[in-house]
Structure formats: C-alpha cells, structure tokens
C-alpha cells in the first residue's frame, strides 16, 4: 500500500475515533497582530546636580529617550523542546524558544477558544493550543468549510510544555528618538576634549554623527547643546562633574 495513502487510513482512522462519523465544524478565524499601546522610555546616565567622576574614554552624559510598542506577533513560542506524537507517528515537534506560525483560531460549541498550529505531519490536521498555553491531547481537523475540534488522547512530551504568544518590541521612530552620548577623550596643553556621538535604535554607532568637542583649560561651565555641565575637577585621566541643565 502507497505510504501515502497509508498514512490518509491512519488519519481518518484517528479522526473518526475522536470525533464520530458526524463531526460539528467551526469557523477558522484569522490571527491578527495584537499592538499594545505605547511605553515612554527615558534612560540617562545622570542626576542633575549630582557630582559625577567619569575617567576617559567614559560618556559623562548619555541619553536614550524614546518610544517603543510591544507587538504579539501571529507565532506561539514553546517553553521546552516538544513532540507530539501519535503512536509512531510524529504530528508535531519544536524548539524551545523558537516561534511557531498560527494558522488560525476557532471557537467551538462549548465556548472553548483554540489557537491552531499546523501539523506537519498532513496539511488537514491541526493541534490545538487552548487559552492556558496547554496542549490537552486534542485534535483538530479540517473538514469540508470548517474545522473540527476534539478531545483526545495524544501525548506531548514533555508534558508540561506550555506555549505563549510571540513578543517584540519595536521602537517607534515616527515619534522622535534620541540615543546619544557625550565621552571625555582627556586634556591636551590648552583644552579639554570630549566626543559626540549618535546612536541608531538598535545602538549601532552613526559614523555622519560624530563630532570632537574642544572647551578651553579651566572652564568652569562647558555647554553642549542644551546640556550644561558644571567642571569640578579635571585632568588627563578624569573629569569630575556634575551636569546643571538638560
């Protein structure tokens, strides 16, 4: 007998003997990415006022200010390495951490909503994830327009293996970014050196975005921007400060 046509015996098989010769069907809703709303983010490496030693080749000031939104992405991640299997036969099996894509959700007649994950054993068997992240041994098949839902007995292991929704965060640059940060570079015989640089939003360095700051031996006050820094102490190696104004 073709392997092929073995395996679709097998499977009728099984869903016949999960749900009866006369399953319920339900709709296959889609998965839509689920955006939260956004989080103000505002990191600096200062207190104003506050006096600060910073050695060279250190950022007396840094700043990250910025907007960042958690999207669920249309993926379920499984806590461990899984497989689920039914008797030889391996309908599903995954990598801790690695997402795998949502093919649909359904809702049946007893009010249980399922998220669906595509089988990769036959393209009409699903496996049911249920709202705890918990498989429960169940199935779930297409069947003519719709799809049918059952309980069963079909073992996962590790059996406490839970699935989540996929989570990322993306930073929202229509709404203004600034990663930056003010380094000391040391002396030289008449001034006092430091470097500018900008950072993209994943924190690469922005080569167009450097600048060498000079201020003069014996500055009380230097001023970048709208950053005014408050000069304690200096000298080769360290800077003493305190930043007054942002």
Same mark, same amino acid.
């Given at each position: 007998m073709?392997?092929?046509v073995?395996?679709?015996?097998v499977?009728i098989?099984?869903?016949l003997?999960v749900?009866?010769?006369?399953?319920?069907?339900?709709?296959?809703d889609?998965?839509?990415?689920?955006?939260?709303?956004q989080?103000?983010?505002?990191i600096?490496?200062?207190e104003l006022?506050?006096s600060?030693t @910073?050695?060279?080749?250190e @950022?007396i000031?840094?700043v990250?200010?910025?907007?960042e939104?958690?999207?669920?992405t249309?993926?379920?991640?499984?806590?461990?390495?899984?497989?689920?299997?039914?008797n030889?036969?391996?309908?599903?099996? %995954?990598?801790?951490?690695?997402?795998?894509?949502i093919v %649909?959700?359904v809702?049946?007649d007893k009010?249980?909503?399922?998220?669906?994950?595509?089988s990769?054993?036959?393209?009409?068997?699903l496996?049911?994830?249920?709202?705890?992240?918990?498989?429960?041994?169940?199935?779930a098949?297409?069947?003519?327009?719709?799809v @049918?839902?059952?309980d069963?007995?079909i073992?996962?292991?590790?059996?406490n293996?839970?699935?989540?929704k996929?989570?990322?965060?993306?930073?929202?640059?229509?709404?203004g970014?600034?990663n930056?940060?003010?380094?000391?570079t %040391?002396m030289?015989?008449?001034?006092?050196?430091?470097?500018?640089?900008?950072?993209?939003?994943?924190?690469? =360095?922005?080569?167009?975005?450097?600048q060498?700051?000079?201020?003069?031996i014996?500055?009380k006050?230097i001023?970048?921007?709208s950053?005014?820094?408050s000069?304690?102490?200096v000298?080769? =190696? @360290?800077?003493?400060?305190?930043?007054v104004?942002?």
């Open positions: 073709p392997r092929l073995y395996q679709l015996l499977l098989a099984m869903f003997s749900y009866g010769c006369a399953p319920k069907t339900f709709p296959m889609p998965v839509v990415s689920d955006h939260s709303k989080n103000h983010v505002f600096k490496n200062y006022n506050k600060i @910073a050695n060279v080749g @950022a000031v840094r990250k200010d910025y907007y939104k958690t999207i669920q249309n993926s379920l991640v499984p806590s461990y390495d899984f497989s689920i299997t039914f030889q036969y391996t309908f599903l099996k %995954g990598k801790e951490g690695v997402p795998i894509p %649909g959700m809702t049946d009010m249980r909503t399922f998220t669906l994950l595509q990769t054993w036959n393209n009409q068997l496996i049911p994830v249920g709202e705890d992240g918990h498989y429960h041994g169940g199935s098949f297409i069947y003519n327009t719709g @049918a839902v059952g069963g007995k073992g996962i292991m590790p059996v293996t839970t699935f989540a996929e989570t990322k965060k993306e930073i929202d640059t229509t709404s970014f600034i930056y940060e003010i380094v000391y %040391g030289s015989s008449d001034s006092i050196n430091f470097l500018y640089r900008e950072y993209t939003p994943d924190d690469m =360095a922005r080569p167009a975005y450097y060498n700051l000079t201020y003069p014996g500055a006050f001023r970048f921007k950053t005014k820094i000069v304690i102490q000298d080769e =190696a @360290a800077i003493k400060y305190a930043v104004e942002e």
